[in-house]
């Protein structure tokens, strides 16, 4: 395992950098370290996180969600610019995730094993639970694209299976929270079985999405579009149009703290799936949706002063009524997402302006002269959580890719 860190590449007169200049800095600099320092070359896959030192946390356990999003991100970033070490580092997160992870009885994964992939101690570390499951999607499908095989196609297609038959609920077509939902498995203390969450209809519609991209068979836009009606029947408020983030187990709203929050990276997310959703031949009328959804962001969403000027609140109400005065790093990844997806849509420079803000914020803040990446601030700029998760590679690198598919900043990868 190696050790070290990004100090000494990321460079004094980091301030001054610029979208492009961050972008290749990730591609050229921040990936091969990671690589590198997350890789574990004895038992194999990738350590979930990183200290803020740069040192692998080597004896937490390693789960699905994480070599999925390693998986998908390595994928991603190998169809952009081929680079060996990025194949290298697929090959690794999906012998992981296929030998460790995956129930070969029902083509499920499940939560976490320890670190040589043997079974961990907790129960709930065996649940499937949806929201890894359309990591898994997202990640095969385009893993597929870069090494075509009928082994993968097979684990893609089984994975599927496994989420129509059990987290898919027959009569709405919602997803259940993991497999043990529907059948009352509370022992497992698996999930708070009181709540369905939006989250994992988003990313499954997002996975879908990808397979559709990546494979060209429509079965998976067909399977897209149920999802958003699911969603659309469920989990938008008709008052703002704003994404619910719970609703109770029979899908009638949520009582109190649950029923009125709001994630502003999820307002943002949704709108740039949205937008992705129509590129690809999806109805036009699903933009309506990304409007009212980023309409409430700009409204509500973002620091209007200080260190922070400019940067998405976690948490707000359904009324607009700032609920958590923090700061993660994914929110601001999807926020400077839903603002290139509308420059690529429109074109107005207002939205450029603020994708490149949102560069700025992404990288000055939270990696600039680190020695790997912090998670989370207060309204200050202050460090709340240090550590640096390997799953939100996942979402730098799609914001990153963004920028450069709409020609916001050039596809370069020196830094």
């Known amino acids: 395992m190696a050790t070290g860190g990004a100090q000494g590449i990321v460079k004094g007169g980091d301030a001054e950098r610029t979208a492009p200049e961050w972008a290749a800095w990730f591609h050229g600099t921040l990936m ?15 350590f979930d996180r990183l200290t803020e030192d740069g040192v692998a946390q080597a004896d937490d356990p390693k789960s699905t969600l994480v070599q999925a999003r390693l998986l998908f991100t390595l994928a991603h970033l190998y169809l952009r610019k081929p680079d060996d070490r990025l194949l ?6 999906h012998r992981f995730l296929t030998e460790h992870l995956r129930d070969p009885q029902d083509g499920g994964y499940v939560r976490a094993v320890d670190r040589t992939g043997r079974p961990s101690g907790p129960a709930t570390d065996r649940i499937k639970r949806s929201y890894d499951q359309s990591f898994v999607l997202l990640a095969l499908s385009t893993y597929q694209r870069v090494e075509p ?35 009352g498995g509370h022992d497992t203390g698996a999930a708070t079985h009181a709540l369905r969450a939006q989250n994992p209809h988003m990313h499954m519609f997002e996975a879908l999405l990808q397979a559709f991209e990546m494979t060209g068979d429509a079965i998976w836009m067909r399977r897209a579009k149920d999802m958003l009606a699911v969603v659309r029947r469920h ?16 899908l009638s709203p949520a009582k109190g703290r649950d029923g009125s929050l709001r994630e502003i990276g999820h307002q943002c997310e949704w709108s740039w799936l949205l937008d992705r959703h129509v590129r690809l031949g999806g109805h036009a009328d699903a933009l309506t949706l990304a409007d009212r959804m980023m309409d409430f962001a700009e409204r509500f969403g973002f620091h ?30 999807e926020a ?3 603002f290139v997806a509308r420059y ?16 700025r914020i992404v990288f000055q803040t939270y990696f600039a002269g680190r020695k790997a990446w912090r998670n989370r601030v207060d309204g200050t700029g202050a460090t709340l959580q240090a550590e640096a998760l390997s799953r939100l590679l996942y ?6 890719t963004e920028g450069e598919r709409v020609g916001l900043w050039p596809d370069r990868t020196t830094g």
């Not at 290298?88 to 997160?93: K, S, T």
């Not at 994975?159 to 027959?170: A, G, M, N, V, Y």
């Not at 690529?344 to 560069?359: K, N, Q, T, Y």
Request: glycine content about 12%; proline content about 4%; overall charge negative.
């Open 235 to 250: 989990f938008i408020d008709p008052e703002n149009g704003t994404i619910i983030e719970f609703r109770a187990a029979d």
């Open 336 to 338: 400077g997402k839903a």
């Open 304 to 333: 209007r002063d200080g260190p922070m000027k400019g940067a998405a609140y976690d948490e707000v109400h359904s009324d607009g009524r700032v609920m958590t005065d923090t700061m993660l790093l994914w929110p601001q990844t």
């Open 395 to 400: 979402h730098v690198a799609v914001f990153v």
């Open 149 to 183: 095989s009928k082994a993968i196609a097979g684990q893609l297609g089984e994975c599927w299976s496994f989420i129509e038959t059990r987290l898919t609920d027959p009569e709405t077509g919602a997803l259940y929270e993991d497999d043990t939902f529907h059948s």
């Open 88 to 93: 290298d580092g697929a090959h690794a997160a």
């Open 344 to 359: 690529g849509r429109l074109g107005h420079g207002a939205d450029a302006d603020r994708a490149h803000d949102f560069m």
């Open 32 to 46: 091969p370290w990671w690589l590198e320092q997350a890789r574990d070359t004895l038992h194999g896959g990738f």
